[in-house]
């Protein structure tokens, strides 16, 4: 299991270091970049998460998949060689992004639909992640049909769940105990 406090440990400080260097912005761009081929290589988390591959095989496998990197970068994968956690390292870069979105201003707000929002529906959630955030609100959609109707606002830490689904739960569930 990966460990979501040491990455977040992680892209602190290396959000801290790319800001003291002005890379910050280079260091994003470098961030998701990760993300998705981490994403995208199961292979490459994989090997990154194996407890018999040797560290110094790991490093050299981080070097060559992403091989052109700024110096906070390279000092990152270097600091999780060190301490063993290159199998973090998709944790850290999604937390570095998150960060940097907070440091900027912005949050992304997640909304769950059944089907995809039309623009009237959208500036109506945009007004309620408003209340749930005082930070500029960017949102992206998540279609799935398993909520039946309704949406699932998340924004940070906060969600606001409004779904059919959930509304059926609840019913289930004070009829079972009355």
Sequence with gaps: MKSGRAALRYAK???DFSIE???EKNVFDEMQNI???MQSSKDLDDMLNN???PTKQKRLIIKEV???SSIPTERLFDLLSKNNREGILDVVAQKYLELYDKYKG???ATVTTAVPLNEALEKKVLQKAAELSPLKIELKNIIDSKIKGGF???VGDLQFNASIAERMETLKRELITS
Excluded: C
């Design 152 to 154: 699932i606002l998340r």
């Design 21 to 23: 260097g002005q890379e």
């Design 35 to 37: 993300l998705t081929v």
């Design 66 to 68: 992403f091989d052109k």
């Design 106 to 108: 912005k949050v992304i």
């Design 51 to 53: 407890p018999v591959l």
């Design 13 to 15: 400080a290396l959000l």
